[in-house]
């Protein structure tokens, strides 16, 4: 009876502990800029460092902690992935462990890189991750044999802290885990640049046919963003997106599109606005380049000075040739 009452102490003791203290990361990875590296290459040694840190409200540091990280799948649930953090320090069977028993109960991890896994590899990775239990999100392990639903280009990092029990360097009451924004293979994504547009202007009422000359781009993941800045504080004032399909897209280099009407059909003067390109799927945009729409009247203008223009010539050439010699 007292070893259960003493057990129901200890238990209510977790539950408090992990009430009371959490998991925050407070600098992220370097997200876009990262190469996944084989067995061979383990260390990135540009990789920018990143930080866990755990927060104890009300100031009190109850023990120490073992912050733990690995490589888990970008959309949820998230799921082990078969991709290992490798690194000087702490690092073993893709995961990496560090004791945190400082004051101000901060763990930096750096010096870190992924490696990663072939697509045959990938069972036998995630079969070391499940011997060693490591599954944040409680998810399984179904997975490992379905290596087509997952992702080799892109990871999230996966922080979970364990907190010190009754026993002395028995780390056994989990926080709840936290995860990084998306980590893309530097490899396997270009970054989006405009090298070209056939023409940098359009009418208000848009529908205008451009070419845009690019770097790689996926056909089915690109759009054309058209928007407007405002003059005084650079707040988006309007957006919109050039007209195109996926067959537009000349392998992968060039895509011929119409562009989009603007906000404003009376401006009486060019209004001065911005296109790039945007990748839906990973949120990421090319270099603005600027861009203008012309008001519908010197539009109309221009077209009726230049018809006058033309008639005058052909009238006085026509007359030339008939008056009498």
Not at 67 to 80: E, H, K, L
Request: glycine share 8%.
């Amino acid at each position: 009876m007292a070893a259960s009452s003493t057990s129901s102490v200890i238990g209510s003791q977790d539950a408090t502990l992990q009430r009371n203290v959490f998991v925050k990361i407070v600098e992220e990875p370097a997200s876009k800029a990262l190469r996944f590296r084989y067995l061979t290459l383990l260390i990135y040694r540009g990789y920018h460092g990143f930080l866990s840190r755990i927060i104890c409200p009300g100031g009190g540091s109850q023990g120490s902690r073992s912050g733990g990280g690995s490589c888990v799948t970008v959309d949820p649930p998230y799921r082990p992935h078969p991709h290992n953090l490798v690194g000087k320090e702490g690092c073993k069977k893709g995961v990496c462990t560090m004791e945190i028993a400082n004051e101000d109960m901060t763990c930096e991890f750096s010096n870190l890189g992924i490696q990663c896994v072939k697509k045959k590899d990938i069972e036998d990775s995630l079969k070391i991750r499940e011997e060693i239990r490591v599954d944040p999100f409680r998810t399984g392990f179904q997975h490992k044999t379905q290596p087509g639903s997952i992702d080799l280009n892109s990871v999230r990092l996966c922080f979970q802290v364990f907190l010190e029990g009754p026993e002395r360097g028995q780390f056994k009451v989990p926080l709840k885990p936290v995860v990084s924004e998306p980590i893309y293979d530097k490899k396997a994504i270009n970054d989006l640049t405009i090298m070209k547009l056939s023409d940098c202007t359009s009418p208000v009422m848009g529908n205008k046919e451009i070419i845009l000359l690019c770097d790689k781009v996926s056909k089915d993941d690109i759009e054309i963003r058209f928007y407007e800045e405002h003059e005084e504080n650079g707040s988006i004032v309007w957006e919109s997106f050039g007209d195109f399909q996926p067959s537009d897209v000349h392998k992968q280099y060039a895509i011929c599109f119409r562009t989009p009407q603007y906000h404003n059909l009376e401006i009486t003067c060019p209004a001065r606005v911005f296109v790039q390109l945007r990748c839906p799927s990973k949120d990421t945009t090319s270099a603005p380049r600027p861009f203008q729409y012309i008001p519908l009247l010197t539009s109309g203008t221009c077209k009726r000075k230049w018809n006058l223009l033309s008639f005058s010539s052909a009238y006085g050439s026509y007359m030339s040739a008939a008056a009498p010699a």
